[in-house]
C-alpha cells in the first residue's frame, strides 16, 4: 500500500480502549508521528465484551488516581472530539457485611476526599434511600460514589480512536505485527502491509500482550507475567417494576456492588447486569491441550452459568426483582490478569525504547488514565505521579507460569478482597527460598514474599494462633503482636539476627566508576572501606531510589537496594552506563544472602565468631570471616542499633546463622524491623521514598550536594527548589492511635483542612507510641504542631516531632 507508513516515532500494539487512549495522549502533546496496529477491528479484544463499569473507588493510591483522572476525561471526551457516547453517572453503592469492610470503606473515602472527590459512608437506611429495590437488612452500611457509573466501551473506544486521528495519529486497522527486529537503536515493525521504522514500540496487546511479549525475548525480553481469566455476566430481560421507576424517577438506579460476596449489579436499559467474581473462577489458554488460537476476535467462551448459582441466588435475595425476569443475554470473556491484579504500565523489563500497557482486569475505568501515565512514560521518561504498583519491573524472575496461574485465580475469586496489612496471601508461594528456610520454620517463622522471596515476618511460639484468619484485621493487635514485642525487646535489650534474602545486590567496577557515580547521585560517595546511603534523583529532583553503598576500592562498588527494586533499580544504572563499555556492572542479587546482627550485645555475639576488628566506627566495612567463612562485614543497622550486616555466600549462611544463634541472638522478623525502623525515621522504598517528593520534601538535605561540580539528573530542579523555598515536607508524627496505626496514604488535617499524609505507620515497641511518618505542609512542619490524621475514619490526634529519631536522637547506641 502506497499510503502505508514505513516510518514512525512510536508503534502501539493493539486497538483497544488502553492502545487508542495512549494514542490520543500521544497525539494530543505534539507527538502526532505515532501509529497504532490493531490485528482485527478496534475493541475486538476484551474491550468489545467489557461490562464498562466506572468507578473511582481503589484502595490503592496510584490506581485512584488513574482512575480519577480517566473518568474526569470521560465526561467531557464526547464534545472534546466531537463523537457522541453513552456515558451513564449514576452512582454506586457499595455494600458491607462486617466492621472489616466499613473499616476499609472509610479509609478509601479519605483517600478520595484528599484527591478531590466525594465518597460517603452511608447507613442501611441511606442505601435504601438511594436504591428502593436493595435489601439491607443484614448489612453493616456501605458506601456512595455518587460519580461512578457506565461507559459504552466501543464508544469510547472510537471517541478516543477519532480523538487521535484528529490530531495527527495514525490508525493500521486488520494490520497484525508478524515479527520484530532492530536496525541500530531502531525498531522494525513487521506486518504484512510493510515494514515500519520506529523509535519506541508499545505493547498494548490486551490478552495478546504474553504472545506479543514473546517477539521481545530476542532483546533482552521476559515471558510477560499474564493468565487470561473467564468473566462472566448476564443481562435480564425487561424488568417491568424497574422500567416503571427509571420513567418516574428520571434516572437509573445506582450501581451496586455486594463486595464482600463478590458481584456487581446494576441496571442495563431496563433489565440488570449481575457479574460476579466467583471463587470457583476459570482460566483459559493455560495448559498444552487448551492453547490460545490465532484470533479470538469478537468471540466468546461458551456459557458456563452453573459456576455463578450461589452468586445469582445470593444477588436476587439482596435485590429481589432480579430474580422476576429471565436471563437475555450471557456474556462469557477473556480478561487478561496479572498476579496481583494490577495492569502494567511502564517500561517493559529489560527492553530498551519499548513499553507496556496491559493486563487491565478494568481496562474501561482505568484506560483514559493509563493512556495519560503510559504517554509520560514514553515522552518523557518519568510520570506525574509515582506509578510504582502498575509498574511492569514490580515482577522479576519468579514469576512463572504456575505461579501467574496460581495468583490469578487466588485474584480474581478474590477481585474485592482486603488487603490488611499483616495478612500474606497463600497462593503462588514459595518461588524464592533461602538457605536456611527449613531452620526458620522450624524456629517458628511465618513467612511473607518479598519480590519472591520468603522472609520471615515474625516468629510463632506454640499455641500461637497461625492461620489466616487471624491475620484478616486492620488492627494492630493479633497473634503476632506479643512476639513482635519480644523481638524487638530483644534487639533492645541483647541483640537479634534477622536473615534479608534477596537483597538486590550489584556491582559496578572500572575506570572512572567513581566520576561516574557522582554524576548519577545527588550527593557524595563513601571513601574505601567505608559504606553509606546514596540517593538518585529523577529531572525534577524527585526521589527515584535509595541504595546502600560500600566502596571496597577506588573504582569498584557494591550497591545494595530494596528487595522488590531489583529490575528497577539494575535497569536505573544499566541504562545510565557510559556507552563505551569502561564499566562492568553484575547483579549478585541471587549469589549472596545477608545477615543482621544488632542490638547492644551484638559486639559480644559476633567476638568469638570473626577474627575482623568490630572496633571498627559506625559506617565501616571490611571483609573477613565470620565462623569460619568468608564474608563482607558492614556496620549498618535498620533497626537503630549497634549491628552489623553480614553479606556471605548462600552456602555459607546456614553455618554463620547456627553459629550466631548458638552465641545468642534472637531470631526477629520484618515486622519487628519495621517497627525498629520507623522509630528511627528510616524511610522505606515505594513509601516514604517515591518520585511524588523530591529530596527536599522528604527531608533529605543533607544527601543532597549542589556545589559538587557533576550535573546530576535533578540538579537543576533542586537548585530551584532550593531556592523557592519547599512546599511540603517530611515529618515523623506521635499518634494518638486507637486500634489501629496510620496506614499509607492516611489523610493528615490541620483546622479541617487536609494538609498532606502518612507514608507509612506503625508502633514503634522501644518509644510505646503509634507513629506515622509522613509529607504535610511546611509551615505546619515544626515540632510542637498539631495536626489531625485520618485511620479508618477516625480523627486521631498527633503531633510533629523534632527532625531527630524518636529513638536514640543522638545515635549513640549505634556508634557505641
Not at 480478561?335 to 487491565?360: C, Q, R, T
Request: net charge negative; hydrophobic share 35%; aromatic share 10%.
Amino acid at each position: 500500500m502506497s499510503d502505508f507508513p514505513t516510518t514512525a516515532r512510536v508503534v502501539i500494539i493493539g486497538g483497544g480502549v488502553v492502545g487508542t487512549s495512549t494514542l490520543y495522549h500521544l497525539a494530543k502533546a505534539g507527538w502526532s508521528d505515532c501509529v497504532l496496529l490493531e490485528k482485527n477491528e478496534l475493541t475486538a479484544g476484551s474491550t468489545w465484551h467489557a461490562a464498562g463499569n466506572c468507578p473511582n473507588f481503589a484502595p490503592n493510591w496510584a490506581v485512584m488516581n488513574m482512575q480519577r483522572f480517566g473518568l474526569e476525561m470521560y465526561r467531557t471526551l464526547a464534545d472534546d472530539v466531537d463523537y457522541p457516547m453513552n456515558y451513564h453517572v449514576t452512582g454506586s453503592l457499595r455494600l458491607a457485611h462486617t466492621k472489616e469492610r466499613m473499616q476499609e470503606f472509610e479509609k478509601v473515602a479519605g483517600q478520595a476526599r484528599y484527591q478531590g472527590l466525594q465518597m460517603d459512608i452511608l447507613t442501611n437506611a441511606e442505601l435504601k434511600q438511594h436504591h428502593p429495590f436493595l435489601e439491607t437488612h443484614d448489612l453493616m452500611g456501605g458506601m456512595w460514589d455518587p460519580l461512578d457509573g457506565d461507559i459504552d466501551p466501543a464508544q469510547l473506544t472510537q471517541a478516543l480512536a477519532k480523538g487521535a486521528r484528529d490530531a495527527g495519529g495514525r490508525i493500521e486497522r486488520f494490520c497484525p505485527m508478524t515479527g520484530l527486529d532492530r536496525d541500530g537503536d531502531d525498531w522494525i515493525v513487521k506486518t504484512d502491509k510493510g515494514d515500519i521504522r520506529a523509535e519506541i514500540v508499545v505493547n498494548c496487546a490486551g490478552y495478546y500482550a504474553q504472545r506479543v511479549g514473546e517477539m521481545f525475548k530476542p532483546f533482552g525480553g521476559r515471558t510477560v507475567p499474564m493468565v487470561v481469566m473467564s468473566h462472566q455476566y448476564f443481562l435480564t430481560e425487561p424488568i417491568p417494576e424497574l422500567e416503571a421507576w427509571t420513567k418516574e424517577q428520571g434516572h437509573k438506579v445506582p450501581l451496586v456492588r455486594d463486595v464482600d460476596i463478590s458481584y456487581y449489579l446494576r441496571q442495563d436499559k431496563h433489565g440488570l447486569n449481575l457479574g460476579p467474581y466467583e471463587r470457583n473462577c476459570k482460566a483459559h489458554w493455560v495448559t498444552p491441550d487448551d492453547p490460545m488460537p490465532d484470533d479470538f476476535s469478537f468471540q466468546l467462551y461458551p456459557d458456563d452459568l452453573e459456576r455463578l448459582e450461589f452468586y445469582i441466588e445470593d444477588a436476587m435475595a439482596r435485590v429481589p426483582i432480579l430474580g422476576t425476569a429471565g436471563v437475555g443475554r450471557n456474556i462469557n470473556g477473556p480478561i487478561p490478569y496479572a498476579p496481583d491484579g494490577l495492569p502494567m504500565v511502564g517500561p517493559m523489563p529489560g527492553v530498551k525504547n519499548a513499553f507496556e500497557g496491559h493486563s487491565f482486569t478494568f481496562g474501561i475505568a482505568q484506560g483514559g488514565g493509563a493512556g495519560k501515565v503510559l504517554s509520560e512514560w514514553i515522552m518523557h521518561g518519568e510520570t506525574e505521579m509515582d506509578m510504582w504498583s502498575v509498574d511492569p519491573r514490580r515482577y522479576t524472575d519468579y514469576t512463572d507460569h504456575d505461579y501467574c496461574h496460581a495468583k490469578a485465580l487466588e485474584t480474581y475469586g478474590h477481585e474485592y478482597g482486603m488487603h490488611f496489612p499483616h495478612h500474606a496471601w497463600p497462593a503462588g508461594r514459595n518461588k524464592k527460598l533461602s538457605p536456611i528456610h527449613d531452620k526458620l520454620a522450624a524456629q517458628g517463622a511465618q513467612f511473607g514474599a518479598y519480590n519472591g522471596w520468603e522472609r520471615a515476618n515474625w516468629f510463632a511460639k506454640p499455641g500461637d494462633d497461625t492461620s489466616e484468619e487471624a491475620t484478616q484485621t486492620w488492627d494492630r493487635s493479633g497473634p503476632w503482636t506479643r512476639r513482635v514485642k519480644e523481638e524487638c525487646e530483644a534487639v533492645r535489650d541483647h541483640a537479634g539476627v534477622l536473615e534479608l534474602c534477596g537483597f538486590s545486590r550489584f556491582k559496578i567496577k572500572g575506570p572512572g566508576a567513581d566520576e561516574w557515580l557522582r554524576g548519577q547521585v545527588t550527593g557524595a560517595l563513601p571513601k574505601v572501606g567505608r559504606a553509606g546511603l546514596i540517593y538518585f534523583a529523577d529531572d525534577r529532583g524527585r526521589i527515584v531510589t535509595e541504595m546502600s553503598i560500600a566502596r571496597e576500592a577506588e573504582d569498584n562498588f557494591i550497591l545494595i537496594t530494596a528487595a522488590a527494586a531489583q529490575w528497577h533499580d539494575s535497569e536505573l544504572l544499566k541504562n545510565r552506563l557510559p556507552a563505551d563499555g569502561s564499566l562492568t556492572f553484575e547483579d549478585w542479587t541471587t549469589r549472596m544472602s545477608t545477615l543482621i546482627v544488632t542490638g547492644p550485645k551484638s559486639r559480644d555475639v559476633l567476638a568469638d565468631l570473626t577474627p575482623g576488628d568490630l572496633s571498627l566506627p559506625w559506617l565501616s566495612m571490611q571483609e573477613t570471616e565470620v565462623a569460619g567463612r568468608w564474608a563482607a562485614l558492614v556496620r549498618l543497622s535498620f533497626a537503630g542499633e549497634l549491628g552489623w550486616e553480614i553479606h556471605a555466600e548462600n552456602a555459607d549462611i546456614p553455618a554463620i546463622y547456627d553459629a550466631v544463634i548458638a552465641a545468642g541472638a534472637t531470631p526477629f522478623g520484618m515486622f519487628a524491623l519495621n517497627s525498629l525502623r520507623i522509630e528511627k525515621g528510616y524511610r522505606a522504598w515505594k513509601g516514604d521514598l517515591s518520585t511524588d517528593y523530591s529530596m527536599f520534601e522528604g527531608g533529605l538535605d543533607r544527601f543532597v550536594k549542589l556545589d559538587k561540580p557533576q550535573d546530576f539528573p535533578g540538579k537543576a530542579a533542586l537548585q530551584n527548589e532550593k531556592q523557592q523555598g519547599v512546599k511540603k515536607r517530611f515529618v515523623t508524627l506521635v499518634v494518638d492511635a486507637g486500634d489501629q496505626d496510620a496506614p499509607y496514604m492516611s489523610p493528615v488535617s490541620h483546622n479541617g483542612d487536609i494538609v498532606g499524609e502518612t507514608t507509612s505507620g506503625d508502633w514503634g515497641y522501644r518509644v510505646d507510641r503509634s507513629i506515622a511518618l509522613g509529607i504535610i505542609r511546611a509551615d505546619l512542619a515544626h515540632p510542637g504542631t498539631e495536626v489531625e490524621v485520618n485511620i479508618y475514619g477516625t480523627l486521631c490526634k498527633a503531633v510533629v516531632q523534632p527532625d531527630q529519631p524518636l529513638w536514640d536522637p543522638e545515635n549513640a547506641r549505634l556508634r557505641a
